[in-house]
């Protein structure tokens, strides 16, 4: 076998060896480490309906070109195993052999149940044996029943002999051995029964056709479900359609819908030869034939004539209850319903008419039918809660509680609690409801899906990573949503949030949870089953009381009493608390945010669209910008001026002279010595029969590829036609020079010029960072720490704001200051300023570098680089670039700025002032305003400071409303920031639609996972050409700084912020109290100590519970700063989580499984100079600051390492060596 694989050139070649090793030995040899899709087609395959689909990664280290080059390549089926041998690391493939069903279902399956479900079915013969021959008996009851047997009767009931006597001699005379049939035995009875077409649908593939029989006019349909075989009798009425194609097996309701790849185009039936073309004067259509046309004459309903009909100007075939609204040339924009031409239209976010109710909001997925169960909203709300066994590691659910509205309650239990469940729950009885369970995202989802795929069930779902945002079953019009994305909290904080003091978690032995235990009676579970070391130290502690107190009063432990009042508490809170935050949402809004909605945040964008938006006032920026063929303009010019110095000739285009005129037409290119002509062909714009299908609309011109590729031709034959030599070339023949030509790429790289501006390039998201990473307070100073009151909400409000579309501007700029928007240029950054203004991207972090150079290679030392290899390229906010000038930024080039003339100060004013109005009022009077004059005081004011009259009347402490207001705040803007091109998730079981994708020219297929043998869910996004909009969108003191909160060094005689507690003022966080030590190992990653001794530890990606703080905690974190700041040294802590929640997206399983997280300061946002503890940004001269060295004590450090030595990985010599220095 090995000498087979060294022969093999191509990985073509490779998997026609169907031998498994040769598997095994591609698994040792393919690597990489970012990921990415590949899907590769077999044609030479033993089955033919068999295809290979293959997930390898790529390694980061290799360029982008050298990446497009081995796709291209491996989709060809080209790829030289050498050079996959000389990675020096293998790279996993992920083989997936499908051999996928035939014909699609069209199903609307009324129930999940199945008995239940096929009891109800007319079309449903069932087949009742006590033997194994249901697979026999099924046909010989089929074959009489299409015979119009008399003794038909006979043989379909099976209390009678004769049933079981020809089953028994159709497998004597098929030669197929009694006993259980799959595939192979009925392919032995088609054989024998060869006047017959015997199809095979499957339940557990969704009612797809698992087996297709030579074409015959008898046809035999079976139901294979359960390893049982009954008999269809009508298509039509199995899957609740009106008609049924034999000929591609699929269901329909009306005959316009149905496009049978077997059939006429012209007449919709099959066998429909070209004779002579006939004219139809009434459709305006051509027809093959006579009988064709008089056939799309002809219906029992409507005929074709009557329902379809070609426009005589632009050809297109249109339906004809939509022909008043057809527009010729014009396509109808799907926002604001207007049509226009394309490339012509400029959109605005459209208020939401409350009379139309169309309150729809695609939250993270703008393919889904928007958010909504039905358009007239749901019959009910359910609220339930699973408690799981995971003695064996995997999750198993044993209870479940379900509540409604008026907390009616429902309880399956149990090793079947899933199944029961969810039987229960998918039926008529429960449709156009929804299900609300808290972190349904990451947990009660699990259960649903493992069910859902088990039992072939179609669904829908929105993902966001490996959480589950929404969940919907259409079939029953049922849907799931998540609390936890409108009420962002602990479910144990619900009560006090929104007040309902008699409400409270209690607690459960989860880890007690087992089989063994569940008819447990006796003492209360010792505390470990608890998993107190999961908590927080003050929740343990409160724990260790309440389980000491039930100890001490020997409390008998009923296991199942206790499991299911845990269970109906949690449900009772949830159901409760909601339905109090649906109420309050309500009398606020006037809309139901459970109904359309998926998260608050766009519950918020829906309350501002339906009640403060104001026409034509947001933009919706066109996905590919405002001018989308610049991009390609600047491919053109590079290729040509890249020609024109390969060639040694001067070739005249848009940067070199202009581009010249021919007739109606510009060209890219013209060289005048040899009339030459070039023409350099983007595939998006032009068509490239390549790339692009013929009919794949091109969503910026309006038009198929088709015909832009043959509006192309016809350019270049006018060009020819007049007399001029004519080189083109297509855009995707210059990616691949690019990828084997170096001199041609670097050409590329160097040259002189910008990609057109892309506005979600100036979004940086929030600037956190350690400025100095260690500091000790000294008798005169105090460290404070304040934050902004509600930042986000006072930009809002008082800054000032775009409105509709902005003026490009690409030559002939003004001065920066007369622009108001974004501007794409290139910068100069000062040599000394501590807290530079513009953010740079780089290295997978967002830094505010002074040297673009410096900040690209992360350098620890002095920056010598000149002026050309400072500067910064990007694109930033008018105002940042207004205020970099101001501390010595200089502008050495614009590329492009958006201006937008009309701007307001008002836009999001109203929606701030009703829900801030909310907030204040429901927060009550302050502790100091007791007097009714201090009252007045405080409102009069609130009044002054923030411009919003309180009521006295509603000045009442609210914690549900305040709660909810605060909410409405602080979530609002992020919808406005979403990426249109989210990740989409689909289930697919027609085998033509999911190859459709991977070869479509819209999409990229990201992920695949194999559900069962015939159902597929991929995972994909919008190529960037097709992305569809979206409707909706003095410093040296400083320690320590986030988006809206500072901890600063406060001196005395020296300047401070000023305080205050109104709207966009900053607080003291620290109630008056104050910081005496501080260190941080960077973003997210600090610890203080204050003068009353309280400590506070903050570390991303780490719960620092109680197992967890005894390895992270104030004094480690001090000693690994140190050694990394002063020692150069990275120390290593090990976090063990022996309790820790997984999801397994492919199996769809909740596991708790061991795990270990390493805790370490890896610093290089900024650099840190050994001698100091003050970090700086790439590129300063330190050497302008006066930092004061770092203070910690030799006795200090001795004591810092103590600590350390326990936990750290670092060696006792090392830092020895590092206290010591001076």
Request: contains cysteine.
């Amino acid at each position: 076998m090995e000498r087979k694989i060294k022969e093999c050139q191509t990985i073509a070649e490779l998997l026609a060896l169907e031998s498994q090793s040769v598997f095994n030995e591609l698994e040792e040899r393919l690597v990489f480490e970012k990921r990415m899709e590949i899907f590769l087609r077999i044609k030479e395959w033993r089955l033919e309906n068999a295809r290979l689909g293959l997930v390898p990664d790529l390694t980061d280290t290799w360029t982008p070109e050298q990446r497009e080059s081995f796709l291209r390549n491996w989709q060809d089926g080209e790829l030289p195993l050498q050079i996959i041998r000389s990675q020096k690391r293998a790279v996993d493939v992920n083989v997936v052999h499908v051999e996928m069903p035939h014909g699609g279902t069209g199903t609307k399956r009324a129930e999940i149940n199945l008995e239940k479900h096929l009891m109800k079915k007319r079309s449903i013969i069932r087949i009742r044996n006590n033997d194994q021959l249901c697979l026999a008996r099924a046909l010989v009851v089929a074959k009489a029943k299409i015979d119009n047997d008399p003794q038909y009767t006979s043989i379909v009931d099976h209390r009678r002999a004769m049933q079981t006597r020809l089953a028994r001699e159709l497998h004597q005379k098929a030669a197929v051995p009694l006993g259980p049939c799959g595939l192979d035995e009925v392919k032995q009875f088609q054989t024998y029964l060869s006047d017959y077409q015997i199809n095979i649908v499957s339940k557990d593939h969704q009612n797809a056709l698992i087996y297709i029989g030579p074409d015959q006019e008898k046809r035999i349909y079976l139901y294979l479900h359960d390893n049982h075989y009954d008999i269809i009798t009508k298509m039509p009425g199995f899957f609740a359609r009106k008609k049924y194609c034999h000929a591609c097996k699929k269901a329909y309701d009306h005959r316009e819908d149905h496009l049978c790849p077997n059939a006429c185009p012209c007449c919709r039936f099959p066998d429909c030869p070209v004779e002579s073309w006939v004219r139809c004067n009434d459709c305006n259509r051509m027809f093959k034939s006579q009988a064709c046309f008089d056939r799309h004459k002809q219906s029992s309903e409507k005929s074709i004539c009557a329902t379809m009909v070609k426009c005589s100007e632009c050809h297109r075939i249109i339906k004809r209850y939509k022909r008043d609204s057809h527009h010729c040339g014009m396509t109808k924009c799907p926002i604001c319903k207007e049509y226009t031409r394309p490339g012509d239209h400029r959109c605005y976010m459209q208020p939401v008419e409350k009379r139309n109710e169309d309150l729809s909001d695609s939250d993270d997925s703008s393919e889904h039918p928007e958010d909504d169960v039905t358009e007239g909203g749901y019959d009910q709300m359910l609220f339930f809660d699973f408690e799981c066994r995971q003695e064996n590691g995997n999750h198993e659910p044993n209870l479940c509680v379900i509540q409604n509205e008026a907390g009616d309650e429902w309880v399956f239990e149990g090793d079947n609690t899933r199944n029961e469940f969810c039987e229960w729950l998918f039926q008529k009885e429960r449709a156009n409801c929804i299900m609300m369970a808290h972190n349904f995202q990451g947990y009660d989802s699990y259960f649903i899906l493992q069910y859902l795929r088990e039992n072939g069930v179609k669904y829908d779902v929105i993902v966001r990573g490996a959480k589950v945002l929404s969940l919907s079953v259409d079939m029953f019009k049922i849907k799931f949503i998540d609390s936890l994305n409108f009420i962002p909290m602990r479910l144990a904080d619900f009560p006090k949030t929104f007040g309902i003091d008699e409400l409270a978690k209690g607690y459960f032995p989860h880890l007690f949870n087992k089989k063994e235990n569940e008819n447990y009676v006796g003492p209360v579970p010792p505390a470990p089953y608890y998993n107190p070391n999961g908590m927080s130290p003050a929740a343990k502690e409160t724990f260790l009381r309440w389980h000491k107190n039930l100890k001490d009063n020997d409390y008998v432990f009923n296991f199942q009493e206790e499991i299911l009042a845990y269970c109906r508490s949690d449900v009772d809170i949830l159901r409760r608390c909601c339905l109090e935050f649906r109420e309050l949402f309500r009398d606020v809004t006037k809309i139901d945010p459970f109904e359309k909605c998926l998260t608050i945040a766009s519950a918020c964008n829906l309350v501002y669209r339906t009640n403060y938006l104001r026409e034509n006032t947001i933009a919706i920026i066109p996905p590919r910008g405002y001018c989308p063929e610049n991009k390609q303009s600047l491919l053109a010019q590079k290729w040509l001026s890249y020609t024109s110095e390969q060639n040694e000739i001067y070739i005249q285009h848009a940067r070199n002279g202009g581009e010249k005129r021919v007739g109606p037409y510009l060209l890219d290119g013209y060289h005048e010595e040899t009339r030459t002509a070039y023409e350099v062909h983007g595939c998006f714009w032009h068509g490239c029969i390549n790339c692009y299908a013929r009919d794949t609309i091109n969503p910026v011109k309006g038009k198929t590829m088709h015909d832009l590729h043959q509006k192309t031709v016809e350019k270049i034959q006018y060009l020819k036609n007049q007399g001029y030599n004519v080189v083109e070339v297509w855009e995707c023949r210059i990616n691949r020079e690019l990828a084997g030509n170096e001199d041609m790429k670097h050409y590329f790289i160097q040259y002189d010029g910008v990609d057109p501006l892309e506005p979600r390039d100036a979004l940086y998201g929030g600037r956190t960072n350690a400025s100095r990473l260690y500091h000790e307070c000294n008798d005169d100073e105090k460290i404070r720490y304040v934050d902004f009151t509600s930042l986000y909400p006072w930009c809002n409000k008082m800054t000032r704001t775009v409105v509709g579309h902005p003026r490009i501007i690409t030559e002939n700029f003004d001065d920066i200051s007369t622009y108001f928007g974004l501007v794409k240029c290139t910068v100069l950054p000062p040599r000394g300023l501590f807290h530079p203004v513009l953010p740079y991207r780089t290295q997978g972090k967002l830094m505010f570098p002074l040297c673009k150079t410096c900040a690209d290679a992360c350098n620890q030392t002095p920056c010598d680089h000149a002026d050309r290899e400072r500067a910064i390229q990007g694109t930033w906010c008018s105002v940042e670039l207004e205020k970099a000038l101001e501390k010595s930024y200089q502008i050495v080039r614009i590329h492009e700025v958006w201006h937008f003339p009309e701007t307001s100060d008002d836009l999001f004013k109203d929606y701030i002032d009703t829900f801030l109005k909310i907030k204040q009022e429901a927060s009550g009077y302050p502790k100091d305003s007791v007097t009714e004059e201090q009252k007045r005081h405080y409102v009069d004011e609130y009044l002054e400071k923030s411009g919003i009259h309180l009521d006295p009347h509603k000045i009442e402490y609210n914690p549900g409303l305040r709660a909810l207001a605060k909410l409405m705040l602080n979530s609002f803007w992020g919808k406005f920031a979403q990426r249109p091109n989210m990740v989409k998730t689909e289930q697919i079981k027609d085998p033509q639609v999911f190859f459709d994708y991977l070869t479509s020219d819209e999409i990229n297929v990201l992920d695949a996972d194999l559900v069962s043998d015939d159902i597929i869910e991929i995972r994909y996004e919008y190529t960037d050409n097709f992305i569809k909009p979206d409707a909706k969108t003095n410093v040296e003191r400083v320690m320590y700084y986030d988006t809206d909160s500072v901890i600063f060094i406060s001196k005395l005689n020296e300047p401070e912020p000023p305080l205050g507690n109104h709207l966009g003022q900053l607080t003291d966080e620290l109630g008056g109290e104050y910081i005496t030590v501080f260190a941080s190992g960077g973003p997210k990653n600090y610890c203080y100590r204050t003068n009353s001794g309280k400590v506070e530890t903050k570390v991303r990606g780490i719960t620092l519970d109680c197992t967890a703080r005894q390895k992270v905690n104030f004094e480690v974190i001090c000693g690994l700063v140190y050694l990394h700041a002063k020692c150069q040294v990275t120390g290593q802590v090990s976090v063990d989580i022996p309790f820790r929640i997984t999801r397994n997206t492919r199996t769809k399983e909740i596991e708790t499984k061991r795990m270990k997280k390493d805790y370490r300061i890896v610093y290089n946002k900024r650099f840190v100079r050994s001698s100091e503890w003050t970090s700086f940004d790439y590129g300063i001269i330190w050497e302008r600051f006066l930092c004061r060295k770092g203070k910690c004590s030799p006795q200090r450090l001795q004591t810092l390492y103590g600590r350390l030595q326990p936990v750290t990985t670092v060696g006792t010599s090392t830092v020895s060596k590092c206290i010591s220095k001076p």
